[in-house]
């Protein structure tokens, strides 16, 4: 029986799934808080995030490579190997434009055989609409979707013969949601969240207009700064010193 706080969970298997690298960053302080407890938590990428930079001597080859190295950097402040990073690969920026069928049957057929406890993501609610970047938009709904074609095995049937029964994913954790009902305390993995963050180098401050391999002094301190701060917002509200928001949701 799963406890109903995922803070108490141990020995489990969580996957996010984020449009790009940087999108788990939503919830980097709930993995590290997971993985303290021996859980594992593995991180999906629809993406390659080869098209957001500002810098014009950049190619998108690079970038994608760039923002690779980054997203393992940053996994491996939170706790997450390597190994647990799954890369799908599609063009940044044109998700939507991925064949649905063989989207969902690709995040089908990795729900089968990672068969996690909990799914993160963000949430397909009711702002998705709203959303500037339609790989978020694209992820979320993707991803919802292929957690309902995992349940059944008359989806995909040829991933029978593979050896990926069917598996229900028991709680989904939405991020970036505009109706959060579920608050973790990361006071102990802020730090952590903060380090993680400040791996993406090229993604914020002055490297997005030019690229370099370090943080400018003068981002990283606005960034120590501002993410405590926001994430102290957030749980003040709740009586917690930092914490990260998500609609918790069992129905999906
Ligand atoms: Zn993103």
């Known amino acids: 029986m799963l406890p109903e706080r995922i803070e108490e969970w141990q020995g489990r298997t969580v996957v996010c799934f984020g449009a790009h690298p940087d999108d788990d960053l939503h919830a980097a302080g709930t993995f590290a808080r997971l993985v303290d407890r021996g859980n594992a938590v593995h991180l999906v990428m629809y993406t390659n995030d080869d098209k957001g930079s500002m810098d014009r001597s950049i190619t998108s080859e690079r970038l994608a490579a760039i923002r690779k190295a980054e997203q393992e950097a940053a996994a491996a402040r939170i706790g997450v190997p ?5 890369w799908l690969g599609h063009r940044d920026g044109e998700l939507e434009y991925v064949d649905r069928r063989l989207l969902c049957r690709q995040v089908t057929a990795i729900l089968r055989r990672l068969r996690p406890d909990a799914v993160f993501s963000f949430d397909p ?14 992820a979320a709904l993707a991803t919802v979707d292929a957690i309902r074609a ?18 229900e994913v028991p709680v989904c954790f939405f991020y970036d949601s505009r109706e959060p009902n579920y608050f973790v305390d990361i006071s102990d993995t802020i ?40 994430c102290a917002s957030v749980g003040e509200p709740h009586g917690l010193a930092y914490a990260e928001a998500f609609r918790r949701s069992t129905e999906h």
């Open 150 to 167: 995992a349940h059944w095995h008359l989806y995909f049937p040829e991933l029978l013969t593979e050896g990926l029964e069917p598996h």
């Open 125 to 138: 609610g009711a702002r998705f609409e709203q959303w500037h970047k339609s790989d978020h938009r694209s």
């Open 191 to 230: 730090e952590r969240k903060v380090a993680a963050f400040c791996c993406h180098v090229s993604q914020f401050g002055r490297r997005l207009h030019r690229y370099e391999s370090e943080l400018h002094p003068e981002d990283r301190a606005r960034f120590e700064a501002a993410i405590p701060a926001y």
């Open 82 to 86: 390597r190994e647990h990073l799954h």
